[in-house]
């Protein structure tokens, strides 16, 4: 026994002094070779299509008196259309941060309106998420070795080629590696951004075969892009964020066939479909005037980069929402699809719904969800909120598929981040109500003061809370048990179990909801 004991203590030994020789390693590797600083450009007057008509809009008496635009986009549609139309119309720069871009047809779409942009002689800068990037490093070299695009990857491995390798790394810097940037932008000229919870990939952007999101982005005009610009630099500059070309190499003439490549996708079979959807949909002026809410008091917020070398994560965005949220008199929505309220998220929200506040939360469902592990750190806290006064709503996996979806069979799971504070405040952005968002990730949002925008955000919780759309959760004080309601064929329906949920993912959740893991969910 003492010899076993013995050799556990020495190879844990060993491998924390291999983990902080890894870190201190890491840390002079990731200093050597930092990028050149660069910063946002200064839009122009009327150099660029972008600039003449968002001055013209910029000229109305809440442009002069300064008040941000903004415009809300829950169609995936349109989603896409705005970031696709935006880069069309840049003349000078684009500046794209993102957690996630997927190598699926909608990201190489994207990925080719960047590649044509540099082609006219616009600037791109491009900053994901290394854990967001995933094996994609042969296209972001190739998309590197334009002379106007720069790719730059956020806490990022060493270890690029072979999963063993990269493996090994991350287990030895573990405690750096889980901290990642969840942030989402995509900006124009300085002129548009177009800030909230859409990463980029097909699930996003209604072209997933099996599955797509329902989610929310602001489009954005006015001072409130420059902040979002002030943010983008602040991350591209951070010394985290480390030239994809500082860690792999480009192929010869990577980039020449990436264009091929790219030209071939959008007169192909498997682009037709989405393009004349796309096609069919909105232009640019209607993507920018499209109910445009003038805004007084819009303001990105946003954690520092330097949150991912913290041991112990400030919430510095949750400082800035917490006096937002507990400023509520009549009514808190909130819209969160991974939800794990903790202990002093429970009683923060009861001691509201005590107060008279009407509570109401929408996250996923056990079904609608692609990630089983955090509903399990959500479940446990269901009882205590709706005994408490909380109303909970969980989406379900058919909700939409037809409108919003170019697949009608897709299966719906919610990605929207967003909240609403009486008829006063809202905020869309990347943020989730979860222990992860909170301390590990980095965020964002943009927080705003329009009555319009928060009615027409009210209606669409109003809709997406629907018993069409997802399920009412209920306390049954007699039998102790959750129920949920729902409409099928009209019809109210009630269940006693997690509605539509497989045996897997009822195991994962529950197994998950056993263990000490919600400060990682």
Same mark, same amino acid.
């Given at each position: 026994m003492r010899r076993w004991l013995g050799w556990t203590f020495a190879v844990a030994v060993a491998l924390v002094a291999m983990s902080l020789l890894s870190v201190a390693a890491y840390g002079r590797f990731a200093k050597r070779v930092q990028g050149v600083p660069s910063y946002a450009l200064p839009p122009g007057e009327a150099v660029t299509p972008l600039d003449r008509r968002i001055n013209a809009l910029l000229d109305s008496p809440e442009g002069r008196a300064g008040h941000s635009g903004l415009a809300m986009l829950s169609s995936n549609l349109d989603a896409f259309a705005a970031r696709a139309l935006s880069a069309r119309g840049a003349g000078r720069s684009l500046d794209l941060i993102y957690y996630i871009w997927k190598r699926d047809l909608t990201g190489r779409l994207l990925m080719a309106e960047a590649v044509a942009a540099a082609d006219r002689g616009v600037r791109v800068r491009l900053l994901l998420d290394d854990i967001g990037a995933g094996s994609h490093d042969p296209s972001l070299l190739a998309l590197d070795a334009h002379p106007l695009i720069e790719v730059r990857l956020f806490n990022p491995t060493r270890a690029r080629a072979g999963n063993l390798r990269r493996g090994i790394e991350m287990v030895l810097r573990a405690f750096s590696i889980t901290r990642r940037m969840h942030n989402k932008a995509w900006i124009a000229d300085g002129r548009v951004a177009i800030v909230g919870g859409r990463n980029v990939g097909d699930e996003y952007f209604g072209a997933g075969e099996r599955t797509f999101f329902r989610d929310l982005d602001l489009l954005a005009l006015g001072p409130v892009v420059d902040q979002t610009e002030g943010m983008f630099d602040a991350y591209w500059n951070s010394p985290a964020a480390l030239p994809i070309a500082a860690l792999a190499r480009a192929e010869d003439h990577a980039l020449a066939n990436l264009k091929h490549q790219l030209r071939q996708l959008a007169d192909s079979d498997e682009?037709?479909?989405?393009?004349?959807?796309?096609?069919?949909?909105?232009?640019?002026?209607?993507?920018?005037?499209?109910?445009?809410?003038?805004?007084?008091?819009?303001?990105?917020?946003?954690?520092?980069?330097?949150?991912?070398?913290?041991?112990?994560?400030?919430?510095?965005?949750?400082?800035?929402?917490?006096?937002?949220?507990?400023?509520?008199?009549?009514?808190?929505?909130?819209?969160? $699809? @991974?939800?794990?309220?903790?202990? +002093? !998220?429970?009683? =923060? %929200?009861?001691? *509201?719904?005590?107060?008279?506040? /009407? &509570?109401?939360?929408?996250?996923?469902?056990?079904?609608?969800?692609?990630?089983?592990?955090?509903?399990?750190?959500?479940? $446990? @806290?269901?009882?205590?909120?709706? +005994? !408490?006064?909380? =109303? %909970?709503?969980? *989406?379900?996996?058919?909700?939409? /598929? &037809?409108?919003?979806?170019?697949?009608?069979?897709?299966?719906?799971?919610?990605?929207?981040?967003?909240?609403?504070?009486?008829?006063?405040?809202?905020?869309?952005?990347?943020?989730?109500?979860?222990?992860?968002?909170?301390?590990?990730?980095?965020?964002?949002?943009?927080?705003f003061d329009s009555p319009a925008l928060i009615a027409e955000m009210g209606k669409l919780f109003a809709l997406e809370t629907a018993p069409d759309f997802s399920y009412r959760v209920h306390w049954d004080a007699e039998t102790g048990r959750l129920r949920w309601t729902a409409k099928e064929d009209g019809q109210l329906i009630q269940l006693d179990r997690e509605p539509g949920a497989p045996l897997l993912k009822r195991l994962i959740a529950r197994v998950v909801s056993w263990l000490p893991l919600e400060s990682q969910l």
């Open positions: 682009a037709r479909p989405y393009v004349e959807r796309v096609r069919q949909g909105v232009s640019l002026p209607d993507l920018l005037t499209y109910h445009l809410h003038w805004c007084p008091q819009a303001r990105l917020i946003t954690d520092p980069p330097e949150k991912v070398f913290r041991k112990q994560g400030d919430n510095w965005l949750m400082h800035e929402l917490l006096p937002i949220l507990g400023s509520a008199r009549v009514r808190l929505d909130i819209t969160s $699809p @991974y939800f794990v309220p903790g202990e +002093q !998220g429970t009683d =923060a %929200l009861v001691a *509201l719904a005590g107060r008279g506040v /009407a &509570v109401s939360v929408l996250t996923n469902s056990l079904a609608a969800t692609d990630v089983a592990a955090v509903h399990g750190g959500y479940a $446990p @806290y269901r009882p205590r909120l709706l +005994q !408490g006064g909380v =109303a %909970l709503f969980e *989406l379900r996996p058919s909700a939409g /598929a &037809v409108r919003y979806s170019l697949y009608g069979s897709s299966s719906a799971s919610l990605h929207t981040k967003a909240f609403t504070v009486d008829d006063r405040e809202g905020f869309i952005g990347s943020l989730n109500f979860d222990p992860r968002s909170f301390s590990l990730n980095t965020e964002m949002g943009i927080v």
